[in-house]
């Protein structure tokens, strides 16, 4: 019409849109909600230009679908099967079986992957497989277990491309695997059905609920998607899809609500399994054709080929024609149920008033909500309505249109999502019907809306809230309803509502994960519903925790639908709280509160009448009284015991509903009970259906009604909330007491948003404050017994139980119940009192720790009666106790565990296998631990948001920094923040390098040197740590001095170098992610990966993996797994540079210790696998109670093997694969039949079993086999040649010696090395260096040790206990059945090693086998040597002055000297242009001290100088007991030092690092050099230089001297110099003194670190109180003088010398050493000291 035309246009196109978006009695209020209305703005613009161009008022006239008809011959034949087979039996079924059932018998082939919630259809396949179920095509359709979801896409893919009929269920990231196939599978028309129950995607955080982003994540795909709302639609929609796909070609997403649809079991009517024949016999044709199209070489074809731009769009529209057929097709398949049952469907479904102005549009369970709503308001609903979406993909708009009420009369439209799209402006249910209402110019009002998320409760009272909404002047839009947003007021407020049908009967059972309450009632749910009329619906809620969760059971039955898929919030009419513990724990209105008006309330206790007047909290008897409830009390427990079930109260509580309810006469409900009991536990032998049946029958017997004085508890007043606020000895912070108190007492929903994070990432020590107090009965220790080895603290699933060490002014301060004992161990102890202490109100009650416990010092005691003897408050004060972990080697078992545990009162399952390993890395690494933790037990367990049992060091904030991401990428996940780090680090390095040229000029001294010294050290863990906390406030003070300064400033947090550790399940490591662990350790980058194998997927239910072993009975592998268990560990060490190692943490402690210690320290890739007893291993008897002893039992059979492979032993020139688990004891098969999952086999399939189970045995002896071969290449290698070369083959004078050791720590181990070591450096023939276990047959040891000298060296465990790799070999050795002379001939000697503390058993186990072996006839060569922990060196003084004894009885000869320099054991490199602050080197286990008075107390004529000597200890953690003495640290005095660095010609003040070459140098040693020092440093605090030299110093000296002083130096060591060494010695001379005498022998540094002797300390006794003087310790100290015997000069010790002069204000280093004193009982008694 030209410019004016299309002005004239435009105008009234604005016009319109203008006016449509303000319209306030339909628009949403807000601008957004406006363009929302429509779509966009630019949509209402597009109605309001076609109504111009239209010339046309008010709504389009609306196309109507067409009619679908049904082939009549097919009607007919559908009509026919359903008079012949019948419309199918009512029962009880969850939507995840029923379809389940659809998929396995419409499909050839099903492809599978264990991911919640999908996983039980899987589960139910494999079971009918394995049963030998036919399918519709007369075959056992085949299950396959694929790696992982994309695996099982991709195998789908396949067998469908090759006319194959395959089938595969997933969810949520499982689906989103899947898309890529997806793709090809729509893209290539070919058809098959997927079967999901849809799930969040995880994202902020993971999450296992329902909801329906998983769906909408894959709507582009071209699959059409078919949405079930019901369990019966479940059923029915699978048959459905099958059908439609066949018929249109377009594949099919089947899906229903996760958990809300899957999980829930309702009484549906199924199909006859003859139906399904019926059905694909009239489906041939399509069966056919699809079979026509696959891939054949007899009609070849090719499939998936690449095209170019020319035609690639022409062919994706060709598709075209399929999808819109799609609608019709699904149609007619509805028409097929209809005629096979009588059910009817739609595309989609209307329900409400036939002119309805308010409209719900909903997809999914939501929908029974909704329609239950309408129901219950009948005629009041005269306005209101709602669409169920059905078939969402395609979207028909026709059918969506056609399924309204008149467009005219609608006013506002609601669209409920169960999803939520944040970057778009509304979620595409919301688009589609947004642009379908558009298009007929519907002016509604449109918001959207979202619900349910995760499964969060969608309930009557929250429907009622958006018709509210709707009907309002302004609808809020967007909105949420079910929570209460603060931060975008998005959310609705809503009540609670009782929508139920009439006469529909609603119940509540709070049970404990584990007890049996949901397997009891779910039995319930199948004997109402199978033997009633009633119709039953159960739904079971958890909380985040494990087996030792809280369940929430809700059951309805009534004689109408039930309809509304949500939890009883009001209108109970039965509610049963079976653990008692939960009526103190949760607030009363959330566990009584849904109750009606005279409900029944049942009570799980012990409690009388009175009694529970002072046990039930004050506001649950309120509660009570005001709905004058009717009470019943049982003591479930004990009836439980008397019968011998066990913990397991399930059946009995089931008993006392039927007896209560009336659902069904008793008698006729126990009955049925009873059956139930026999079909579910048939698979557990008869004496367990009989203990059920018993209990069964006792719980009449033990019900009880309650008498309680109803008005009195209704008049009672309290405050919920302060009456439920925990007690606490401090306030926590807000973030505690306001989100996660709500948290742990399942009030999460009462969160409102402004208290979440939007990312997700959550504070951690969370578990700290839970308190579950869930245990009925927690350890405690007899102190008398206790040895104090920490193996129940280590074994501890929970962290629960732990030892502490206390000082004596702490003692003090203790509870009166606190019994502790003197800390026994060494040095490191003294002045300590340890007690192991249990929390009662963490502890589960698992009972690992009392069956660990080497001596039997634990035993169960009841909870209450433990907090009663004032155990929480023990546990209470020892949480102030300060932790004193860093006196010990956290690399060792009983050094790890004086740390604190960085992991704790975690949600595992009671008994837990894995988290013994997971708390083992915290308390070794955690201050600067990172972890990728792969999707399963271990992220369930390790990071649930509310229970992060993750922790803060106290001390320094530092702790776990736990990521996870997915279940399939973990590797990659963990490599990415590897390589993340290191380059982040490598920036930092750059950074300090630039500061350091640029900007060195302007920094302190001290931050210069740290900054040089992180350049050299910064790669080691330990050593960076101490760095960045030294550098950090050096760095705060000096940023803003330099731009480059300010720049390392920033990168501060990277000054660490982190320990970065993968956790995961077997079946992430074998399975879906054994990819990414391939490359992550391929790439030869020092990844740290911890595999804890179940052997099961756990964490959705025991599924098998590939680390299921043969002939085990999992979940997909119902048959018993035909496999042997992949070798992971092999794969890995296939790479010959990847650390591996197999440990079981409860079968050797020290092995597990040293593996993880290893594999941290190694530079290169490292694997760990641990062996993790798990609670679907289904243990009889024990359950979990005795995991520690499963993991002894495993190794000693050969079922789990222990081994080392450590590359880093190759370059050494050792074999590195060490094993250690060297003899196999056990009897497997006796192993194996303690597990249900293999003694399950035996009793279904007695053949197969014996097959499977005998193939497995012989596996694990070959293995065993394989492994000792592989372990015994270069055996002598590997202990002793590789310590010098050609040692085995030595040629000696003297008898060969074979050294069998007994260590526990490793120790003993290490100087066994030691030794055979010093024996190759006299030519001593070594022939074996093993365990005495090795040696335990013996045969084996006379064998071994025929013409050999046997050399035992043994350590003793605690109160004269073996280590535990010599226990085989006293067991052998002490048996009464041994010969009398069976050793005779047999020579040997023996070193001892123990701690003289342990006075009544000090080294007995060393003095038992030496006993024991003289009384069989061995001939001892030599007096026992004793390594005594209490000496000035250790161990080493003993085995110092033993060794020449041992070399006279063999006649050994002297070392081989060829006169030459031997090579140094330290390397040194200086430093150029660097300045070193001067940091006193510290030796370790001390602490520095300052001096506050050196006084000398004799007058000065007085020939003897007696000083009081006192050193401060205020702020210093320096406890000792009475008797006590401390070790001083002398220096040697400055001018000595000047005249020593000059005569050497050293540069003092030269800054050099020293590196040990050597592994035997001192730990003394290592320790003062991870630091760069000075020659003036090393001379000072180190070297024993002007100490008195041995003889052999002269030979060292010799090797650097001229000819002439060598010549000098050797005849004063040899005999015929002897008179002139004693001249020499009687002038008192010094190492420094010989080396002025013959000034040509000067050493290099290197060698006088190698040679000269370390300062030692000298002891002296405490001469105070720290009672009486604290802050201080005192001593009296005489100053060590005389005269030398040739020169009459007067000499001073050097320890005297240094105090002598030594200034008030100098701090010194110090340790306590234990006093020896045996102190009378009555501290009044008199003694003298």
């Not at 196309?63 to 009607?75: G, N, S």
């Not at 894995?914 to 933790?933: C, D, S």
């Not at 501060?1052 to 990414?1076: E, L, V, Y």
């Not at 359950?1183 to 499963?1190: F, K, N, P």
Request: hydrophobic share 40%; charged share 25%.
């Amino acid at each position: 019409q030209g410019a004016q035309g299309q002005a004239s246009i435009i105008a009234r196109v604005s016009f319109i849109a203008v006016s449509l978006l303000t319209r306030p009695q339909k628009m949403a209020s807000d601008s957004t909600a406006k363009a929302a209305v429509v779509g966009l703005a630019g949509a209402a613009a597009g109605a309001a230009v076609a109504l111009a161009l239209g010339g046309r008022k008010g709504c389009a006239k609306v196309e109507k679908p067409e009619k679908v008809e049904l082939d009549p011959r097919i009607a007919a034949a559908l009509e026919a099967a359903r008079k012949e087979v019948g419309e199918g039996k009512w029962g009880p079924d969850d939507g995840a079986t029923a379809a389940a059932w659809v998929a396995y018998q419409m499909s050839d082939n099903a492809f599978i992957f264990p991911i919640t919630p999908s996983t039980l259809l899987s589960e139910m396949c494999d079971t009918w497989s394995a049963g030998g179920v036919q399918n519709a095509f007369e075959q056992v359709t085949k299950i396959t277990q694929l790696q992982s979801e994309a695996g099982a896409a991709g195998s789908m893919h396949g067998a469908l491309a090759v006319g194959g009929l395959s089938t595969t269920f997933t969810a949520s990231q499982g689906l989103l695997l899947m898309i890529p196939n997806m793709y090809k599978i729509a893209g290539e028309l070919i058809p098959c059905v997927m079967h999901i129950a849809a799930r969040a995607v995880a994202g902020q955080a993971l999450s296992i609920f329902g909801d329906q982003n998983d769906i909408q994540a894959v709507r582009s795909t071209g699959f059409a998607i078919l949405f079930g709302s019901t369990v019966q639609e479940a059923l029915d929609f699978a048959l459905v899809s099958h059908i439609a796909t066949l018929r249109s070609r377009v594949p099919f997403v089947h899906t229903f609500d996760g958990f809300r649809t899957s999980h829930e079991i309702q009484k549906i009517q199924a199909f006859p399994k003859e139906v399904f024949s019926k059905v694909v016999d009239l489906l041939a044709p399509e069966i056919d054709a699809h079979r026509a199209r696959g891939l054949n070489p007899n009609h070849p074809h090719a499939r998936g080929t690449a095209q170019c731009d020319d035609i690639y769009f022409q062919a994706v529209e060709a598709a075209n024609k399929y999808y819109l057929e799609v609608p019709r097709h699904v149609e007619e398949a509805f028409l097929w149920v209809e005629k096979l049952c009588g059910r009817k469907y739609g595309l989609f479904e209307y329900a409400g008033a036939k002119n309805a102005k308010y409209l719900i549009v909903i997809m999914g369970s939501g929908s029974g909500v909704v329609e239950e709503y309408l129901e219950k308001l009948g005629d009041k609903a005269s306005d209101i309505g709602m669409v169920k979406v059905r078939l969402y993909r395609p979207w028909s708009e026709k059918h969506f249109l056609a399924a309204l009420p008149p467009l005219s009369g609608i006013k506002a439209v609601a669209v409920c999502n169960k999803m939520k799209d944040p970057a778009s402006h509304g979620e595409p249910l919301f688009l589609d019907v947004c642009a379908t209402l558009q298009r007929v110019r519907c002016d509604a009002t449109i918001i959207n809306g979202r619900y349910g998320l995760s499964s969060k409760d969608f309930t009557p009272g929250m429907v009622e809230a958006i018709y509210k909404n709707l009907k309002s002047s302004k609808p809020q839009h967007p909105f949420t309803v079910g929570l209460e947003d603060d931060v975008t007021h998005l959310s609705l407020p809503y009540g609670n509502l009782n929508t139920v049908a009439p006469g529909t009967k609603q119940c509540i059972f709070w049970g404990f994960g584990s007890d049996g309450t949901v397997g009891a009632n779910k039995n319930t749910i199948k004997i109402i519903a199978q033997n009633t009329p009633l119709y039953a619906q159960g739904y079971f809620k958890y909380d985040a925790l494990k087996s030792g969760g809280v369940t929430i059971s809700h059951l309805r039955f009534g004689p109408a639908p039930i309809k509304g898929s949500y939890l009883i919030d009001s209108g109970c009419d039965y509610l049963a709280i079976h653990k008692k513990e939960y009526i103190a724990s949760f607030f009363a209105d959330l566990l009584i509160g849904p109750l009606a008006d005279g409900g029944t309330l049942v009570l799980n206790c012990p409690w009388s009448d009175a009694d529970l007047e002072n046990e039930l909290p004050a506001p649950f008897r309120k509660i009570v009284g005001q709905k004058k409830l009717k009470v019943h009390a049982i003591d479930a427990s004990a009836v439980a015991k008397r019968t011998g079930m066990g913990k397991l109260i399930n059946n009995i509580m089931t008993a006392v509903f039927f007896e209560l309810s009336g659902v069904l006469p008793t008698e006729q409900a126990l009955a049925l009970l009873k059956d139930a009991v026999k079909k579910t536990y048939k698979n557990k032998g008869d004496a367990i259906v009989n203990q059920n049946i018993k209990a069964v029958e006792a719980a009449i017997e033990a019900l009880r009604v309650v008498q309680y004085p109803a008005d009195a508890w209704a008049s009672i007043e309290c405050d919920m909330e302060s009456f439920y606020a925990k007690k606490r000895s401090q306030e926590p912070g807000q973030y505690v007491t306001e989100v996660l108190d709500k948290v742990q007492t399942m009030r999460g929903h009462e969160l409102k948003v402004s208290q979440m994070e939007a990312d997700g990432c959550v504070p951690l020590s969370q578990t700290h404050y839970a308190k579950r107090g869930v245990a009925e009965c927690i350890p405690v220790v007899d102190m008398d017994k206790c040895i104090q080895c920490n193996v129940c603290s280590a074994i501890c699933p929970h962290a629960v139980i732990r030892p502490f060490l206390l000082s004596a002014a702490e003692l003090l301060k203790a509870p009166k119940t606190w019994d502790s004992r003197k800390a026994t161990g060494g040095n490191a102890y003294a002045g300590l009192h340890y007690r192991i202490q249990a929390s009662p109100q963490d502890c589960t009650g698992c009972e690992v720790c009392t069956n660990a416990c080497p001596v039997g010092a634990l035993s169960m005691e009841s909870r209450l009666k433990t907090i009663a003897d004032g155990h929480e408050s023990n546990w209470d004060y020892a949480m102030t106790v300060p932790n004193r972990g860093k006196r010990f080697d956290a690399n060792t078992l009983k050094g790890s565990q004086f740390q604190d545990p960085l992991l704790e009162f975690s949600g595992a399952c009671e008994g837990c296998g894995e988290t013994p390993y997971a708390k083992l890395v915290t308390q070794m690494f955690g201050k600067r631990l990172i972890v990728a933790n792969a999707t399963g037990c271990s992220s369930i367990w390790g990071g649930t948001a509310g229970w992060v049992p993750y922790a803060k060091d106290k001390a320094t904030g530092k702790g776990t920094a736990w990521g996870n991401s997915l279940f399939e990428d973990n590797a990659e996940y963990g490599l990415g923040q590897f390589m993340a780090v290191k380059q982040r680090r490598k920036l930092l390095r750059d950074r300090v390098e630039a500061a350091l040229a640029r900007a060195g000029a302007s920094m302190s001294s001290d931050l210069k040197s740290r900054l040089e010294e992180w350049l050299e050290f910064g790669e080691d863990g330990v050593i960076s740590e101490r760095l960045s906390d030294e550098l950090g406030p050096l760095l705060d003070v000096e940023a803003k001095k330099a731009k480059e300064i300010n720049e390392v400033h920033r990168l501060k947090d990277m000054f660490t170098k982190p320990s970065m550790w993968m956790f995961g399940g077997d079946g992430w490591a074998n399975d879906i992610g054994f990819g990414g662990i391939d490359h992550a350790i391929a790439s030869g980058n020092p990844v740290k990966i911890c595999v804890l194998d179940t052997e099961v997927y756990s964490n959705t239910g025991g599924q098998s993996s590939k680390a299921t072993p043969m002939g085990a009975v999992a979940k997909f592998a119902q048959a018993g797994r035909d496999q042997k268990k992949k070798d992971l560990g092999a794969m890995a060490m296939a790479y010959q540079h990847v650390y591996v190692a197999s440990v079981a943490i409860g079968a050797n402690y020290k092995q597990t210790v040293e593996a993880f210690a290893e594999a941290e320290r190694y530079n290169g890739p490292a694997l760990l696998i641990c062996y993790a007893p798990c609670i679907e291993h289904r243990f009889f008897k024990t359950g979990l109670s005795a995991m520690s002893l499963d993991m002894r039992d495993a190794v000693e059979c050969g079922y789990w093997p222990l081994y080392r492979f450590n590359p880093a032993l190759t370059k050494e020139g050792k074999n590195p694969f060490l094993l250690d688990s060297k003899k196999v004891t056990g009897d497997v098969m006796k192993f194996l039949s303690r597990q249900n999952r293999y003694a399950q086999l035996v009793r279904s399939s007695p053949a197969v079993a014996e097959k499977l189970q005998g193939q497995l045995s012989i596996h694990l002896k070959e293995r065993h086999a394989a492994l000792r071969a592989k372990a015994a290449e270069e055996m002598l290698a590997k202990d002793v040649s590789s310590l010098k070369d050609g040692l085995a083959k030595a040629k000696s004078t003297c008898e060969p010696i074979v050294i069998a050791f007994g260590s526990d720590t490793g120790v003993t181990e290490q100087v066994a090395k030691k030794f055979a070591g010093l024996c190759a450096d006299r030519g001593v023939t070594v022939r074996r260096v093993c365990d005495l276990d090795e040696l335990s047959e013996l045969e084996e040891l006379k064998a071994t040790c025929q013409d050999a000298l046997c050399v035992v060296m043994c350590s003793t465990c605690g109160h004269g206990d073996f280590p535990q790799n010599s226990g085989l070999f006293w067991s052998s050795l002490s048996a009464a059945s041994v010969p009398p002379k069976e050793l005779e001939g047999l020579r040997f000697c023996s070193f001892a090693m123990g701690d003289r503390s342990y006075h009544d058993s000090f080294c007995e186990a060393a003095h038992m086998i030496e006993k024991r072996m003289l009384d069989l006839g061995a001939k001892s060569i030599l007096e026992m040597g004793i390594g005594d922990d209490r000496d000035e060196d250790k161990w080493e003084t003993g085995f110092s002055a033993w060794l020449p004894k041992f070399w006279a009885a063999i006649k050994a000869p002297e070392p081989e000297d060829d006169g030459r320099p031997r090579a140094a054991l330290f390397e040194l490199q200086y430093h150029e242009g660097t300045y070193q602050t001067p940091k006193q080197i510290i030796p370790p286990g001390t602490q520095l001290l300052t001096i506050t008075e050196n006084k000398r107390m004799t007058p000065s004529e007085y020939e003897r100088d007696i000083r009081h000597f006192s050193l401060s200890t205020e702020g210093m953690d320096f406890p000792f007991d009475l008797g006590d003495a401390v070790a001083i640290y002398p220096e040697n005095l400055p001018e000595d030092v000047d005249e020593a660095l000059k005569f050497l010609e050293l540069d003092g003040d030269r800054v050099l690092s020293v590196r040990c070459t050597s592994s035997n140098v001192s730990e003394r040693h290592r320790r003062a050099f991870d630091q760069r020092v000075t020659a003036r440093q090393i001379l000072t605090t180190m070297l024993d230089l002007f100490g008195r030299p041995p003889k052999s110093f002269c030979s060292d000296l010799a090797r650097f001297a001229s000819p002439a002083d060598a010549k000098a130096l050797l005849r004063l060591c040899s005999p015929q110099g002897a008179e002139e060494w004693t001249a020499l010695v009687d002038s008192c001379p010094t190492f420094f003194d010989l080396m002025k005498k013959f000034p040509s022998a000067k050493l290099p540094l290197e060698q006088l670190l190698s040679t000269v002797p370390l300062l030692k300390p000298r002891i002296y006794s405490i001469a105070s109180d720290a009672h009486y003087a604290p802050g201080k310790v005192d001593f009296t100290v005489v100053i060590n003088q005389w005269k030398a015997k040739a020169t009459d000069q007067l000499k001073t010790g050097t320890c005297t010398k240094f105090i002598q002069r030594a200034a008030v204000g100098k701090k010194i280093p110090c340790s306590v050493v234990c006093g020896t004193f045996q102190f009378p009982a009555e501290d009044t008694t008199p003694m003298v000291m």
